[in-house]
């Protein structure tokens, strides 16, 4: 079957392995010269995406280049232009910049061909398995990782000389600073929220999903989770902005002085040192606290995957250009310019990244190892999201001398999304 021969809308992986390989044995990437792959992915402000392309372009001795259709730089509206135009089944799109929670619905959809078999060991090499995880749909890789994140504890030296081991420790550490104690966090209604209930519920030993359809949520470590977020929220340790906070404004509060305490992603480091040069000089970071004491704490994870769309007209040369694209170099170059980690463990021995993350890079990496995905396998996971931060918002709602009705409230609406029963 050659090209103009696909079927109508691929649904099954091994119907779109096979197109790839009837693409390939037709000859039908990288006849009568060049072939432009458009990339869909969202801005970066530093330029790398335009750099490590142009490296790969000239690798490919001209066999291929990349032109760019950007996406809009809010998730949820760049995840809405995606949906619109694969729905539609459209032929424009090659490379895919995904968000790691996009992966089941995706996938599900078929919208996105499995990666090759023959690109798998360059692409995995030294991955971290917490990533590798978010690039699976029903035990088959679907994209390749480029870049990863993750959230620190972020403190001030001068106000806590050692850090807080547990979320208990951090809120009476913080009271007892008074107005400068501030813990900065994010629990406005949106994915930030559902970024630190994973967090919380994974550290206190359970999980929101057992499995794809299956319903986690065990009841004693759920409400010690959801009580340690209803104390936190009530207490005098809260940002006074807390039901609205997001990672900005958690950053803009830590960078004003007025907290001790901020979880948020590596890029409040640079923020501070421009914006806070007083702050900056206090600055320090570790993983984030526990919420069981004898449970080590599960980190949140985020990042970027690459997929190829079911879609395209050349998916041969657009795996090759992902395998160059994500190569440990471009890898390196990405965390120089945008700051964003990289996928391999092992580039965090190097010293470009030491210099990136100076005094910090180890614990970027500790955070991705020891990180909990959020249940994005699940092609319901959009609305499993809207569940949970609809069970949960606000959190100074929760209880935190009985946190059941939040819980009953949270299981609920999570077995309403998993049935796809539409009352979101």
């Known amino acids: 079957m050659c090209r103009g021969e696909t079927p109508h809308r691929p649904i099954a992986a091994f119907l779109l392995a096979a197109a790839v390989a009837a693409l390939v044995a037709c000859g039908g990437d ?13 801005s970066q402000p530093g330029g790398a995406l335009e750099e490590i392309a142009a490296t790969c372009e000239e690798q490919s001795g001209g066999r291929y280049t990349i032109g760019f259709e950007l996406l809009p730089s809010d998730a949820s509206q760049a995840r809405e232009q995606l949906v619109r135009r694969l729905g539609a089944e459209d032929d424009t799109i090659d490379l895919i910049g995904m968000d790691i929670i996009w992966t089941g ?50 403190y001030r030296e001068d106000l806590v000389p050692e850090p807080p081991r547990t979320w208990d420790e951090m809120i009476a550490m913080a009271q007892e600073l008074g107005p400068q104690g501030t813990i900065q966090l994010q629990a406005n209604r949106y994915e930030g929220l559902m970024v630190w209930a994973n967090y ?10 057992q499995a794809p359809e299956e319903i986690g949520l065990e009841q004693d470590p759920t409400e010690l989770a959801l009580s340690t977020m209803g104390r936190v929220s009530r207490s005098s340790a809260a940002a006074t902005d807390i039901t609205t906070s997001t990672e900005d404004s958690a950053r803009l509060g830590f960078e004003s002085g007025e907290s001790a305490f901020m979880i948020n992603y590596p890029f409040v480091f640079p923020s501070a040192q421009e914006n806070a040069p007083d702050i900056f000089e206090n600055l320090a970071a570790t993983q984030l606290p526990r919420v069981d004491p004898s449970i080590e704490s599960a980190p949140p994870i985020g ?13 041969e040369l657009s795996f090759e250009a992902i395998e160059c694209l994500v190569s440990a170099e471009n890898q390196l170059q990405v965390a120089e310019i945008e700051g964003l980690p990289p996928v391999r463990s ?79």
Request: charged share 20%; aromatic share 8%.
């Open 200 to 209: 919380m519920i994974e550290s206190a030993g359970t999980t929101i999903l």
């Open 346 to 424: 092992d580039l965090y021995d190097r010293p470009e990244l030491q210099e990136v993350y100076p005094g910090f890079a180890d614990q970027i990496r500790s955070s991705i190892e020891d990180a909990a995905p959020r249940p994005s396998g699940s092609a319901a996971y959009q609305d499993i999201s809207l569940a949970v931060q609809r069970a949960i918002h606000p959190t100074t709602d929760i209880d935190p001398a009985d946190p059941t009705p939040t819980y009953e409230r949270l299981v609920d609406r999570v077995e309403q999304a998993i049935e796809r029963r539409g009352l979101l």
């Open 105 to 154: 619905e995706f996938a599900n959809a078929g919208w996105i061909l499995p990666v090759p078999d023959q690109i798998r060991p360059a692409v995995t090499e030294n991955v971290f398995d917490t990533v590798l995880e978010t690039a699976s749909f029903e035990g088959e890789m679907v994209n390749v990782p480029i870049w990863s994140n993750t959230q620190l504890l972020w």
């Open 30 to 42: 990288g006849e009568g010269g060049s072939r432009e792959l458009t990339w869909f992915i969202q």
């Open 303 to 315: 990042g970027i995957n690459l997929g190829v769309s079911a879609f395209s007209d050349s998916p």
